[in-house]
Nanobody, 118 residues
Framework: VQLQASGGGLVQAGDSLRLSCAVS????????MGWFREVPGKAREFVAAILWNPGTPSYADSVRGRFTISRDKTRNTMYLQMNSLRPEDTAVYYC????????????WGQGTLVTVSS
């Protein structure tokens, strides 16, 4: 299974971006998929996750109300709609797959850079 994140870019504060995470490889099934972000010198931070089958989302407090996670099972693709972006959202965003409930996130995408200017 390979995860390919895309959609990052340079935007101004208040703008929106939509990230995509496409999954390729063998027939895909996952318990949960998530978005994480990383800033140099800081630990990787959880952003949002979605239970793959029921589509139940969860969010970090810092993005709740501004970001929306979704998935298209027919396309094996996960999305992160990011609205009202802030400079502190600047980071490399990674998508990841958690195969089962008892395992940690085991497959990661390569990351896509989001830069929000003030």
């Amino acid at each position: 299974v390979q995860l390919q994140a895309s959609g990052g870019g340079l935007v101004q504060a208040g703008d929106s971006l939509r990230l995509s995470c496409a999954v390729s490889g063998r027939p895909f099934s996952s318990y949960r998929m998530g978005w994480f972000r990383e800033v140099p010198g800081k630990a990787r931070e959880f952003v949002a996750a979605i239970l793959w089958n029921p589509g139940t989302p969860s969010y970090a407090d810092s993005v709740r109300g501004r970001f929306t996670i979704s998935r298209d099972k027919t396309r094996n693709t996960m999305y992160l709609q990011m609205n009202s972006l802030r400079p502190e959202d600047t980071a490399v965003y990674y998508c990841a797959s958690q195969l089962t409930r008892t395992l940690d996130y085991g497959s990661w995408g390569q990351g896509t850079l989001v830069t929000v200017s003030s």
